[in-house]
């Protein structure tokens, strides 16, 4: 499984170069449905983004899940391109980013309270919504991949990204960021969620050469890291055979 994920990473980066072998190629059919997933348990969705219109994701990568900090993108990401400017503004988007901090959080939220919906709005985010709070939002795995292949392809120094790829290991509140998507080789930048209070609940997302992973997953992040690697260790097996992109089987 793991010799399979690295190939599925080493394909998806040399999609970009064009060198992937012909009977690899996913089919480039942007905005049709992803092919889904039929062995990943349910408590996690994931999702992936590629070159050539390359979509694939679990068959709930779709459904409407607590944002948990993967709201921070795009508070942080309002913060940055609609907000005043400020050096306050730049510093607490890179600590939502770098170490998920709440305070942070709650401070470009109540500065900006139509941030995250606004964001939704502006990149076709059709599963996150604001609510009663940034703490609260919702999205979906399907979203987050969308929104951060749109930083990659429309907006490639922003700074998000670049946080994302200096997150030290260790967040704010003292919880390891070490899980999910994070650990998929050719990975180049990621962001971490969780809820502090039970039932446990994760999320991940990540980007690297050309491609974008997020996942969540109601569980711990050990099982979000299982469900990630076989989710991809089914995409690799749907690469492999001409079939990511072609919608569902």
């Known amino acids: 499984m793991r010799y399979r994920t690295l190939v599925l990473a080493t394909l998806i980066a040399a999609a970009c170069s064009g060198t992937v072998p012909a009977a690899a190629q996913p089919i480039p059919l942007p905005g049709h449905p992803a092919a889904a997933a039929d ?3 349910d408590r996690s969705a994931v999702s992936v983004r590629g070159p050539n219109g390359l979509r694939w994701g679990t068959a709930n990568e779709s459904e409407t899940r607590s944002a948990l ?44 309270p139509q941030a995250i919906d606004a964001i939704a709005a502006e990149y076709g985010l059709e599963q996150t919504t604001a609510g009663g709070g940034w703490n609260v939002s919702t999205t979906s795995t399907a979203d987050v991949a969308d929104f951060l292949a749109a930083k990659q392809s429309r907006d ?28 998929i080789p050719g990975v180049q ?8 209070v039970p039932p446990p609940e994760v999320a991940s997302a990540s980007f690297g050469p050309g491609f974008t992973v997020a996942a969540h997953t ?4 050990d099982d979000q890291t299982a469900d990630v690697a076989q989710a991809l260790a089914e995409a690799f097996g749907r690469m492999a055979g001409g079939r990511l992109g072609a919608g569902r089987p």
């Open 39 to 41: 062995s990943v348990p």
């Open 69 to 112: 900090s993967m709201a921070k993108l795009y508070l942080a990401d309002y913060a940055l391109r609609h907000g005043d400017g400020s050096a306050a503004d730049r510093a607490h988007a890179e600590r939502m980013i770098s170490v998920s901090d709440d305070a942070a959080a709650d401070t470009v939220a109540a500065k900006y």
């Open 156 to 183: 490639p120094g922003s700074p998000i990204l670049g946080w994302m790829a200096t997150a030290p290991p260790t967040a704010a509140d003292g919880t390891r960021q070490n899980w999910g998507t994070a650990r």
């Open 189 to 196: 930048g990621s962001k971490w969620g969780w809820s502090d």
């Open 218 to 221: 109601r569980g711990s992040p």
